[in-house]
């Protein structure tokens, strides 16, 4: 038998530390940080558990390497949803959307995972990651920005706070006043994304927002196409 390709080899891989990622999200959703083991991991992976340790350097970075995937992989599946489109707001919508989604039905997991953000490890720069932050860009670049390097981290720092505000124990806010407040600063009707529906389903209208709520250029917005950007 002839060996393997470089391809080959590469593609397996690819395909091993996907797997790895994917049992990751699974296990820790379901049971929780503490009680998923590396030995969970890889043999929900199909996988031995020394490869974990030469793909990821702790459990810690391989769970925010496997949320960034789940993270790029939501925001890839809502703004190539059908109908397509290439309009900038209603793209951004889609990933306001889709993130905040994410903290309500995946509650544990991002808990988690914002927690790992917040300790001594700090934010981990992966490929994951990277991929993300390449979507979020150019959303960011089609909905208008004249600024991308400083309105890019604006709008994921923006996500993340709304994300936390969720998340937090014992006094959560609902996501449909957050909803409101990040289409009220970008001047998106509420209409757009998943239709009103927010991460949690559901339609209505929407929660008014507060007066300060404003544009990324600094203009105030007070809801409706014409008074934004």
Same mark, same amino acid.
């Given at each position: 038998?002839? *060996? ?102 995946? *509650? ?25 932050? %390449?979507? %979020? ?93």
């Amino acid at each position: 038998m002839s *060996p393997r390709s470089p391809s080959v080899n590469e593609e397996l891989r690819r395909r091993s530390r996907e797997r790895i990622l994917q049992a990751t999200v699974e296990l820790v959703d379901t049971k929780g940080y503490e009680a998923t083991t590396l030995g969970d991991i890889a043999e929900r992976a199909g996988t031995a558990r020394g490869l974990i340790s030469y793909y990821f350097p702790g459990k810690r970075q391989l769970l925010q390497s496997a949320v960034h995937r789940l993270m790029h992989l939501t925001l890839e599946a809502a703004l190539e949803r059908e109908p397509r489109t290439e309009d900038g707001r209603e793209r951004l919508a889609r990933a306001i959307d889709a993130i905040l989604g994410l903290a309500v039905e995946r *509650p544990t997991l991002m808990r988690t995972h914002m927690a790992g953000i917040l300790q001594a490890e700090g934010f981990v720069r992966c490929e994951e990651q990277q991929r993300l932050a %390449l979507l %979020l860009r150019d959303t960011v670049e089609r909905y208008g920005s004249e600024d991308v390097d400083t309105d890019y981290p604006l709008l994921r720092a923006l996500l993340m706070g709304a994300v936390v505000a969720v998340l937090l124990p014992g006094a959560p806010m609902p996501w449909t006043r957050l909803r409101s407040e990040l289409f009220a600063r970008y001047g998106l009707d509420w209409e757009l994304g998943v239709g009103g529906g927010g991460g949690g389903g559901g339609g209505g209208a929407p929660p008014p927002p507060t007066p300060s709520s404003r544009s990324p250029a600094g203009r105030e917005v007070r809801g409706g196409p014409d008074q934004s950007k």
